[in-house]
């Protein structure tokens, strides 16, 4: 069974930084993009990122770009999402979702359980 | 950046009705547009990918049609478990893109 368990998320000031991870079992993690999509409170969903499986290749979303990097580690079956210069607007739980396929544009199946970031003073 | 407009926002219904929800795209995805569920304090779940095809354990009576810029996602009975919100995506593009979703509730 596929599981994903994000982690690191809390409540910080508009401007700090904080570091998600997500723990992946259950499947070749190598083998398959992942991305983080986060849902504002009450909101839809935003897609914010995405790596290949190799991790050679990464997309942002334009509001995070220059302020987020996703990341993984494949030895130990985690992604990451670096947040830096956090905003009010990033405030939403963050949500880990693995890829159906290898690279490029994806759908997500299944998805975690989310992680929420507060960024509020 | 391609919008996705979902409508109606909200559809009432009723258990054994049949429900269909659209999706619109501001340009062309081809056959790229994935349907999920979502229910209250869950994490989304895949039903649909590549405009018609069923995620691995969806029940059948969700089905999904379309293509270019339009898109239906049709449930034939809803049955109780199935009132929630419904997001469509498309992967044609980026940046990967989601509408901004369709409530069906119990009338």
């Known amino acids: 069974e596929v599981q994903l368990l994000e982690s690191g998320g809390g409540l910080v000031q508009p401007g700090e930084s904080l570091r998600l991870s997500c723990a992946a079992s259950g499947f070749t993690f190598s083998s398959y993009a992942m991305s983080w999509v986060r849902q504002a409170p009450g909101k839809g969903l935003e897609w914010v990122s995405i790596i290949s499986g190799s991790g050679a290749s990464t997309y942002y979303t334009d509001s995070v770009k220059g302020r987020f990097t996703i990341s993984r580690d494949n030895s130990k079956n985690t992604l990451y999402l670096q947040m830096n210069s956090l905003r009010a607007e990033d405030t939403a739980v963050y949500y880990c979702?693995?890829?159906?396929?290898?690279?490029?544009?994806?759908?997500?199946?299944?998805w975690g359980q989310g992680t929420l970031v507060t960024v509020s003073s | 950046e391609i919008v996705l407009t979902q409508s109606p926002a909200t559809l009432s219904l009723s258990p054994g009705e049949r429900a269909t929800l659209s999706c619109r795209a501001s340009q062309s995805v081809s056959n790229y547009l994935a349907w999920y569920q979502q229910k209250p304090g869950q994490a989304p779940r895949l039903l649909i990918y590549d405009a018609s095809n069923r995620a691995t354990g969806i029940p059948a009576r969700f089905s999904g049609s379309g293509s270019g810029t339009d898109f239906t996602l049709t449930i034939s009975s809803l049955e109780p478990e199935d009132f929630a919100v419904y997001y469509c995506q498309q992967r044609n593009n980026w940046p990967l893109t989601f509408g901004g979703g369709t409530k069906v509730e119990i009338k």
């Open positions: 979702a693995k890829g159906t396929y290898s690279t490029g544009r994806n759908c997500f199946d299944p």
